[in-house]
């Protein structure tokens, strides 16, 4: 009996066999350590990295295995949490959504962390400012029945849709910190707060849309904003940002929500 021969296939070979799909990247991290210096300074690190990763991974690549006292936030990695926003080669992007390839690799990869908030560590900033100005607004249902319920609070569909937009906020700041006022002026209350107040405001079971609205009404308030539209870009959730303070806007002068 004749022992079987494998024939050989004139076929190419499939990508990432024979050839290696990583690629070198350079990384350049801004680098702040109050411990160390008053002073940031950039520094680079190299990656052997597959361009289909994200830079989250990078950075963790970076952490783990070249600088262990580089410093940044992350939790959920699936663009939920909005905890890593940062700025990725001069824009506000979360690293869990940005892909290296997307971002043209060969050149260095700028990473930086938000405007307009003290930077405590490399990529940390102090929130406390913008989660102030996010209280501030009052983000959560209020309604002149002080008892509880006895059965849900219903609500027609076209009524949902009416505030559905606002209501993708996952509080990453990357809107507020775009926003040329808020670097200028920190006490600006910001997008991602009216943002928050227009989700309530617009609400048809809420009952303290007028109170929001004279919140909004203050000096730091709705109007300090100059429509650059910087903060619908920079929203990796699609929020039409600018476009839902306009509306906060109109109701404050009709008084119509």
Partial sequence: M????????DKAPEPGFADSPYITVTFRVRRFNPEVSAEATWEDFQ??????????????????????????????????CGSDAMRINGKNRLACKTLIKDISPEKPITVEPIKGLTVLKDLV???????????????????KDTNEPTRERLQSAEDRERFDDT???????????????????????????????HRFIFDSRDEAGEQRLEILN?????????????????????IEVTKAIAEVKRALITRRF
């Avoid at 004749?2 to 296939?9: C, Y």
């Avoid at 203050?218 to 699609?238: E, K, L, Q, S």
């Fill in 2 to 9: 004749a022992t079987p021969v494998m024939e050989k296939s």
């Fill in 47 to 80: 990656l052997e990295i597959d361009p289909k990763e994200r830079v989250l991974d990078a950075l963790h690549k970076i952490k783990w295995d070249l600088d262990g006292s580089l410093t940044f936030r992350r939790s959920c990695a699936h663009g939920i």
């Fill in 167 to 197: 209501t993708k906020c996952i509080l990453c700041a990357a809107c507020t910190s775009s926003c040329p006022v808020f670097w200028n002026d920190g006490q600006y209350f910001g997008p991602a707060a009216i943002v928050n107040a």
């Fill in 125 to 143: 900033v102090d929130m406390e400012p913008f989660f102030q100005a996010y209280r501030d607004v009052m983000p959560f249902l209020i309604t």
């Fill in 218 to 238: 203050d000096r730091d308030g709705v109007w300090r904003c100059r429509t650059t539209f910087n903060c619908t870009d920079a929203c990796p959730r699609g």
